[in-house]
């Protein structure tokens, strides 16, 4: 079993290996340098990925600036993050949606015929993750939900799955507007992955037995960064974040419903986070537009009452 987390640390067949070009880079841009790559001029270092790094650049060809994310081959396990950049920039090329960031261009460097250095110029987009954004609303976080199930139904019908929604790879900017990032481990419906790939926290059963992945998946991932967003807490999967790799999974089959947590969260926006994160995938709504669908009427119930108090108090 294999999977990563985006603190730089991977962790494999039960031994945690450090990512050592992640930290030299960081103690790099700490010291204020940033590396020179040809073709663009790097300003400064705006994250880090699993094996990656990613900087506000200008693309010197274009003159457009770009959030650019480059990886350099370290180690073996490496090859990977070459092909998920690889996979991130195939599906984005088939997928042009306002809240799934584009990717402009993908540039391989290679060594005696070997990939050594492989560079993704992205869209820049800034905002602050869900995760590190501030607390939302409950009509705002609707919202947001609303328009994340948007973006996958585009990639639903565009015949792929993005299999890695979590709040880390949803961005929100200061007027609202979100991106859906990271689409590394996305694959066409229907693919069986010969590997566990994935979130603890977020990650689907089928994901983890690794059976065919489908739009149920994302429905998954989906609802279980929604229980998050608002509850503060995650919902029982089959890899618990905490545990090492190789034991037990955990057998938790139920928990706590939002509105069983806050009685605040109406019992129907606890239904639709409660019917995504149904084990069986047949168990989950049938596609994004009944959640979306769903999420449009209690928007309509929030803003409508909201609109109908503020009438009442200015008369």
Not at 144 to 168: E, S, W
Not at 200 to 211: C, K, L, S, T
């Amino acid at each position: 079993m294999q999977y990563s987390s985006c603190n730089g640390v991977y962790y494999y067949n039960g031994n945690t290996i450090v990512n050592v070009y992640l930290e030299v880079s960081r103690r790099i841009d700490m010291a204020g340098q940033t590396p020179d790559i040809e073709g663009f001029t790097i300003m400064k270092c705006i994250g880090t990925g699993a094996r990656t790094t990613i900087y506000l650049a200008k693309d010197q060809s274009s003159g457009q600036t770009v959030a650019l994310k480059r990886a350099v081959l370290e180690q073996p396990e490496d090859v990977r993050i070459f092909e998920q950049i690889q996979t991130e920039y195939k599906v984005a090329h088939h997928i042009d949606h306002p809240y799934i960031r584009k990717c402009y261009k993908l540039t391989k460097k290679r060594k005696l015929l070997r990939i050594q250095e492989m560079l993704l110029s992205m869209e820049l987009f800034q905002g602050q993750s869900l995760e590190d954004g501030p607390a939302l609303s409950l009509g705002d976080c609707l919202l947001i939900f609303r328009m994340i199930a948007t973006a996958l139904n585009a990639m639903h019908q565009h015949g792929y799955v993005h299999c890695d929604i979590k709040p880390n790879n949803i961005l929100i900017g200061a007027d609202g507007a979100i991106k859906i990032i990271d689409l590394g481990q996305s694959c066409k419906i229907g693919t069986i992955k010969t590997r566990i790939q994935g979130t603890p926290d977020y990650i689907a059963p089928e994901q983890v037995h690794r059976q065919h992945l489908s739009h149920r998946t994302d429905m998954f991932n989906l609802g279980a960064t929604m229980y998050w967003a608002l509850t503060g807490k995650n919902v029982p999967t089959l890899i618990p974040k905490k545990v090492a790799v190789g034991s037990a999974v955990s057998s938790e089959k139920s928990f706590r419903t939002p509105h069983e947590i806050y009685r605040k969260i109406p019992s129907n926006v606890s239904d639709i986070v409660m019917d995504c994160v149904q084990e069986k995938p047949a168990d989950r709504p049938a596609n994004m537009n009944e959640i979306i669908a769903r999420i449009d009427v209690i928007v309509r119930e929030i803003f409508g009452s909201k609109i109908a108090n503020n009438g009442a108090a200015r008369a």
